[in-house]
């Protein structure tokens, strides 16, 4: 079965601070980079941060010494820890393997994603 469940989400004040988990099914986590990704309303998804199956890990400039990426490779979980949240960081925040495995009947395939999480930094 292919999965991803995304959560803690929330709004925070500028400043505070978030811990995001991701399950995912071992079809997509095992032995596979994965990434956290963001997307803010009338803008491209983009990839934040990402971290391979080995432990290492790589930032966008946009927040790297804020946001920190980790993996429980026996729980199928990665970890987003955002500190230092800016009203820029306001997003829909989703895990997803570097190379997402692709679903659906022949010639109708699409990239799996979960529903993710809406992380909204606001005063």
């Known amino acids: 079965q292919v999965q991803l469940v995304e959560s803690g989400g929330g709004l925070v004040q500028p400043g505070g601070s978030l811990r995001l988990s991701c399950a995912a099914s071992?079809?997509?986590?095992?032995?596979?980079?994965m990434g956290w990704y963001r997307q803010a309303p009338g803008r491209a998804r983009e990839l934040v941060a990402a971290?391979?199956?080995?432990?290492?890990?790589n930032y966008a400039p946009a927040v790297k010494g804020r946001f920190t990426i980790s993996r429980d490779n026996a729980k199928n979980t990665v970890y987003l820890q955002m500190n230092t949240l800016k009203p820029e960081d306001t997003a829909v925040y989703y895990c997803?393997?570097?190379?997402?495995?692709?679903?659906?009947?022949?010639?109708?395939?699409?990239?799996?994603w979960g529903q993710g999480t809406q992380v909204t930094v606001s005063s």
């Open positions: 997803n393997a570097l190379l997402p495995i692709r679903v659906g009947p022949p010639g109708n395939e699409h990239d799996y």
């Open positions: 071992g079809s997509i986590f095992s032995g596979n980079a």
């Open positions: 971290i391979t199956s080995g432990d290492s890990s």
